[in-house]
């Protein structure tokens, strides 16, 4: 009997991506002080630019998730929660950290991960994605931004508003706000905006913004827009993305988000080869913050403890 036929391989563009030490990246968003740590959060009308890292006694950085809620700035690197000690004004809800192993740990915090990028491939990927991916090669043009352009930021600041008009996710943004949050991206280290065009009208189909910090590298902000949907970019950008990712020096791991209840969006992940891995964590919440979740937000404080 004949063995089954390996699946062909997918055109997609060898991306020279960015990438940056987790210090380097850290000191490089202080010293831009207006871009978030991740380019999703934006500003807080109460708290300005919460997510500018910090450093706790043992030079560790650590960043707002939101505000009042820390997170490790490289979060898959495991913890002793005996040697945390942070600032109350900086922790005031929360903080959260994965552990070495289950022993230290009293929660658990559900990542999708690649846990071993050298090993990724075409069959590693749903087949049903891998026929959308390459209609996204077929139809889309990707390239990366290298240079500020206010044409193109000006598209793409359109396509992120489409998103969020059309999902309800995060707010539309301002000419003077995204435009200059972008100039900044550019030069920020080990970041890298990766833009897909629909081949037929020359428009922007989609972005996306990546991060390769230390040994893992993160998706940060994905946005397509409505009318080209058809062209599969989301697809495209983010498989260009993985397969760029594996051939920088050291680089093991992608990261793609904690685990959401949207079903479709996680099964957008999952078929590209992500998997929802549960790591043992250690979440410390202040007693009125943690009862307050419980109670009121039961859906955030149960993804976030990972009881999903």
Sequence with gaps: MDSPKAP???????????????????????????????????KN????????????TRSRWWYQVKPGMCWPADFLAPID????????????????????????????????????????????????????????????EVRLMER??????EECRETWNDLSTRTGWKEPLARKCFHESW???????????????????????GFLIVKVLGDTAYVDTIASRSSL???NVNDILLYSFIKSAQTVPGVRKVHYAIKSYIESLEWFKT????????????????????????VFCTADYNRLVGNL
């Design 271 to 294: 078929s590209f080869g992500f998997a929802p891995y549960p790591f043992p964590a250690y979440s410390r919440f202040l007693p009125f913050a943690e009862g307050f979740l419980k």
């Design 81 to 140: 929660p005996a040697t945390v000690d942070l600032p109350l004004q900086k922790c005031f809800l929360a903080y959260q950290h994965i552990t070495g192993n289950s022993e230290n740990a009293n929660s658990k915090v559900v990542i999708n991960v690649i846990n071993d990028l050298p090993q990724y491939g075409v069959t590693t990927i749903d087949a049903k994605r891998r026929n959308s991916i390459r209609k996204g090669s077929q139809l889309c």
């Design 148 to 153: 500020s352009d206010s044409d193109l930021f």
């Design 8 to 42: 062909s391989q997918i055109e997609y563009p060898s991306l020279p991506l960015r990438f940056a030490a987790v210090d380097e990246y850290c000191r490089a968003l202080l010293e831009a002080r207006a871009v978030s740590f991740w380019w999703y959060q934006g």
């Design 183 to 205: 100039s900044m991206l550019l030069d920020l280290a080990g970041t890298t905006i990766i833009v897909g065009f629909d081949k037929e009208s020359g428009r922007v189909a």
């Design 229 to 231: 949907l058809r062209t």
């Design 45 to 56: 009308r109460f708290f300005g630019n919460y997510s500018l890292p910090f450093q706790d």
